[in-house]
């Protein structure tokens, strides 16, 4: 089946897991992964070891790595078309303070109506960045329950560090690549250590 005819499938797919989709995004959202306070380093942890088990689950090689902050998941697995994508997103979160001008705790999610009448979920994370990644984890689990298997390979990386800089993305990108048999990119980081 090719990915056009198998999109609409998809699709209703997605519709019909809609409530079960809903809880594993609630279960991530529930994860005080807080990247700018050291206090919260053990939950940051708990959030990539959550992800890499979804995204084992759906057949994934998946890891997480560990970096002089928080740690990075990364996962692989085939896919149909002899094409590959990247998928980046992270799992941290800013910090909720001022607590007192949240309605409701930031790490209860709930689902709430809009004076205008839509729905949206309301969380520390909802819509940076676990709500993204939670939608491309569930995009795969369709994919494989309609047609078997993705119709590209994919790598996903996971970081628990844009909230505070990224600072150790780069040298972890490099030292995967370079163990890959590839040159690192000419503008990296000159003074970071490659390990072949």
């Known amino acids: 089946m090719t990915p056009t005819a198998a999109l609409p499938a998809v699709l209703d797919r997605i519709d019909r897991d809609l409530d079960a989709s809903l809880e594993r995004l609630f279960a991530l959202l529930r994860i005080q992964s807080i990247s700018t306070d050291a206090a919260y380093a053990p939950h940051c942890r708990t959030a990539a070891e959550h992800i890499a088990r979804e995204l084992a689950g759906l057949g994934f090689a998946a890891d997480v790595h560990a970096t002089a902050g928080h740690p990075i998941m990364l996962a692989h697995a085939n896919g149909g078309g002899g094409k590959r ?68 390979a994919v790598t996903a990386m996971i970081e628990g560090e844009e909230e505070c800089g990224s600072k150790n993305i780069l040298p972890f990108v490099e030292r995967h690549v370079w163990r890959r048999g590839a040159k690192p990119h000419p503008r990296a980081d000159p003074h970071s250590r490659r390990h072949p």
């Open 85 to 152: 994508v990247l998928f980046y997103g992270h799992y941290d979160v800013q910090p909720v303070d001022p607590l007192e001008l949240w309605q409701t705790p930031p790490f209860e999610p709930r689902i709430a109506t809009l004076p205008n009448g839509r729905k949206a979920i309301v969380a520390r994370g909802a819509a940076d960045d676990k709500g993204q990644v939670m939608t491309f984890i569930e995009a795969c689990r369709a994919w494989q329950a309609v047609a078997g298997a993705l119709p590209v």
